[in-house]
């Protein structure tokens, strides 16, 4: 099969074609070009691709173009996300692109009130997006019915079983009709993943476009070494010289974000935050005061900054070095979006060096080091000799020794 180079190559349904072209969609994206002309022909398929790539057109339009009016009540596509934000980001994305207002995508995640959400699916809907958990709510009080359902996107698939979501995931998927079509969408591949797509998928097709070096390798990536006290002054300092247009701030718990969040916020600089302890609605209303840029700096954990999708992020600092070396490809991910430079610089206290090194090695590149004068990070030399105190010198614990001793130089 050919790659096509523009969408009206693809043979989209020309309503669809003019709004994708409505939308400002020019030419497909590699894993639009790859994806939909393979779901076209109504197979199954994997694509391993990361958020930034276009990956939520890709499966959605497949389907807006199989719809037609008068289908058997819905939902006739079911797409499951591992986060809120993402049902957010995928539901936007489904009606920007629906050309036809009768073709209802509804929202249906936890943290807001399920009658809403009833109610919606009640008023008709041809696409139900939706976190695992509140999906299977839905389903076990017979409030969706997916007997007509022909379309199934899993979309994130490694992160949904990263959170626990595998046995509400099989259950849904065994309530839908054996005949459909599957699509599954994950940036990386474990067994897990292969193993669901084994059992609830039909021959897929497998299309790989997210080497993971590809995606950073456009992203300017340094380090920063600070002892674990100075790490908010050296972030007055980076943002200061750095001016970010946009900037998340990863914190790796939700109660050090908060208090980053908190402290920037009494130094007289305003920020926004997003955790997993904030209620659902106030956690919409940042995302999308981000997204209009009223916010530039945002404080952030994992499991929600992963779905944020803002094209004017120029930086990511990692104030708090990730422990899983993945969450900092996926951490970074949220700068350099579609092909534009970002920039991550990564906070590494002295204890860290292991981390890092376990980071670069996940990435297979090193982070560059940067030095800031008077944030050279010192501990003390290890006091196993009974020198006087007053001669234990401080000595530097990163920059070329770091390297040189890990590279048994
Ligand atoms: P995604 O990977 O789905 O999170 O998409 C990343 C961003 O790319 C979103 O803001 C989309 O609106 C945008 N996008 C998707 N497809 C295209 C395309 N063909 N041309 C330009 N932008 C696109």
């Known amino acids: 099969m050919e790659r096509p180079q523009t969408f009206a190559d693809i043979a989209l349904r020309p309503a669809l074609q003019e709004t994708v072209a409505k939308v400002g969609y020019l030419k497909p994206t590699p894993i639009q070009a ?12 994997i694509g391993q691709a990361q958020t930034g790539t276009g990956k939520t057109a890709a499966f959605l339009l497949p389907f807006l173009n199989s719809w037609q009016p008068g289908e058997a009540p819905g939902p006739q596509a079911i797409i499951l996300v591992p986060t809120r934000e993402l049902v957010s980001q995928v539901v936007e994305e489904a009606r920007k692109l629906t050309p036809e207002p009768q073709c209802k995508t509804v929202a249906i995640y936890g943290g807001q009130r399920i009658k809403g959400q009833i109610d919606a ?12 958990g509140r999906v299977l709510d839905h389903l076990a009080r017979g409030t969706l019915n997916f007997s007509n359902v022909r379309y199934v996107v899993l979309d994130e698939a490694d992160r949904m079983l990263d959170i626990g979501f595998r046995p509400d995931i099989e259950r849904i998927l065994r309530r839908c009709p054996a005949r459909r079509q599957t699509l599954l969408l994950s940036a990386t591949l474990p067994e897990t993943v292969l193993k669901l797509a084994t059992r609830y998928m039909v021959k897929p097709i497998h299309i790989n476009l997210a080497p993971k070096r590809i995606t950073v390798e456009k992203i300017r990536q340094t380090y920063i070494t600070v002892d674990k006290e100075r790490k908010f002054d050296l972030l007055k300092l980076v ?7 946009q900037c998340i701030i990863f914190c790796e718990r939700k109660r050090w974000a908060q208090e980053l969040y908190e402290d920037l916020k009494n130094h007289d600089m305003p920020a926004g935050v997003m955790h997993g302890d904030m209620e659902q609605a106030q956690r919409e209303k940042v995302m999308q005061r981000f997204r209009a840029a009223k916010i530039e700096l945002l404080v952030a954990t994992d499991v929600v900054g992963r779905g944020i999708d803002v ?3 120029s930086h990511i600092i990692n104030y708090d070095l990730p422990i899983d070396p993945e969450n900092y490809v996926h951490r970074i991910g949220r700068t350099g979006r579609m092909g534009k430079d970002g920039i991550a610089i990564a906070f590494v206290t002295p204890e860290q060096g292991e981390l890092l090194t376990n980071i670069e090695t996940f990435i297979n590149k090193q982070l560059d080091a940067e030095e800031i ?5 010192f501990r003390k030399r290890i006091e196993t000799t ?5 001669e234990k010198k401080q000595v530097p614990v990163f920059g070329r020794k770091r390297r040189n001793y890990r590279r048994g130089i």
């Not at 699916?121 to 695992?132: C, F, H, Q």
């Open 34 to 45: 790859y994806l939909i002309p393979r779901a076209l022909i109504n197979r199954d398929v």
């Open 239 to 245: 943002l200061e010289r750095e001016k970010p247009k």
């Open 121 to 132: 699916v009640r008023a008709g809907l041809s696409i139900a997006v939706g976190t695992p």
């Open 373 to 377: 004068q008077g944030f050279e990070a």
């Open 386 to 390: 009974s020198e006087p105190a007053e």
């Open 311 to 313: 094209t004017g992020i």
